[in-house]
């Protein structure tokens, strides 16, 4: 059983833990300017060929069956212990407010398995 003078031991070692100041820490300095980003780099060269208006919002999707798939495969959990089939979309037609067709082509996310 621990006495009075492992008590008053243990106080003052936590008392000295707790009060000794941690190391300093440097601020840190003020920033160096740099230049601004040229202009042309967020730009891209005009395309006489295309259209120019862009899709007119709201998209709307027409026809749900007309949507095409890319192959299902399986996925694991991460335990091994239950198995799922995935079928990632490969398109989708919407149409613009213009009434023109906007199709969307996902990337093909499939991991193969290991």
Known sequence: M?????????Q???VK????????VKALGKP????????SSGASPVN???GGEGIASPLTEM??????WYLPYNRYTTDGIFTFTVQDLASIDY??????????KPA???????
Do not use: H, M, W
Not at 32 to 39: D, K, L, N, S
Not at 63 to 68: A, E, I, K, Q, S
Not at 95 to 104: E, L, P, Y
């Open 2 to 10: 621990a006495d009075g003078k492992d008590s008053s031991r243990l």
């Open 63 to 68: 026809d749900y069956t007309t949507r095409l």
């Open 95 to 104: 149409t613009d407010a213009k009434g023109r067709v906007v199709q969307f």
């Open 108 to 114: 093909n996310t499939q991991i193969p398995p290991p």
């Open 48 to 50: 006489q060929n295309s």
């Open 17 to 24: 833990i707790t009060d000794t100041p941690g190391p300093r």
């Open 12 to 14: 003052r070692e936590l």
């Open 32 to 39: 160096t300017p740099r230049a601004g980003i040229p202009v």
